[in-house]
Antibody, heavy 117, light 112 residues
């Protein structure tokens, strides 16, 4: 299993970024996926979750209305569109594969750093 | 402030056993058996070492074990080794309508 995130960077408050996660080593279309972030203080926070077909998404209150999760099963890819970024969104963003029934994760990518300042 | 409470640090000598607690509520740890534990080395991604309270993924040492009592989950590492020095986080699926998972604040394990 491999998950490779990209798209992080340095952005000013109010700016936008689009994160990507390229998946391999498993049948991507058969797994729910999620984004989880880790703040500079090392706290972990669930950000977003998407079902198999991509037609249902869930968001943490802190990002609702600003972030959009999506997936392209043909490209084995997961995305996170982040708009109206805030200083408090500064974190390492991890793409995570969700285990089986959807209640926990079983593999995380190496992460991509997002700095809003 | 994290939803789940873990000690900030624990330490032990090689060969000893240590236990890290993870205190939650009846909305998360107490409500479901979907408690996971993660091991994280500096600059690396968290790795799942325990899932569904006490199950170990393939390849994870049998020295790692998990349990739960009420609203508190625990991770025990037996036969401590220098390579176990890392940060450990717990997580739980939650009944909250606005969250999927809640996490602990992490515990720094030092092997003396």
């Amino acid at each position: 299993v491999q998950l490779v995130e990209s798209g992080g960077g340095f952005v000013k408050p109010g700016g936008s970024l689009r994160l990507s996660c390229s998946a391999s080593g498993f049948v991507f279309r058969d797994h729910f996926m999620a984004w989880i972030r880790q703040t500079p203080g090392k706290s972990l926070e669930w950000v977003s979750y998407i079902v198999l077909t991509g037609d249902t998404m869930y968001y943490a209150d802190s990002v609702e209305g600003r972030f959009t999760i999506s997936r392209d099963n043909a490209k084995n890819s997961l995305y996170l569109e982040m708009n109206s970024l805030r200083v408090e969104d500064t974190a390492t963003y991890y793409c995570a594969k969700v285990r089986g029934a959807g209640y926990d994760t079983d593999f995380w990518g190496q992460g991509t750093q997002v700095t809003v300042s | 402030q994290s939803a789940l409470t873990q000690p900030a640090s624990v330490s032990g000598s090689p060969g000893q056993s240590i236990t890290i607690s993870c205190s939650g509520s009846n909305s998360d740890v107490g409500a479901y058996n979907f408690v996971s534990w993660y091991q994280q080395y500096p600059g690396k991604a968290p790795k799942v070492i325990i899932y569904e309270v006490g199950l170990r993924p393939s390849g994870v040492s049998h020295r790692f074990s998990g349990s739960k009592s009420g609203t508190t989950a625990s991770l025990t590492i037996s036969g401590l080794q220098a390579e176990d020095e890392a940060d450990y986080y717990c997580s739980s699926y939650t009944i909250s309508s606005s969250l999927f998972w809640v996490f602990g604040g992490g515990t720094k394990l030092t092997v003396l």
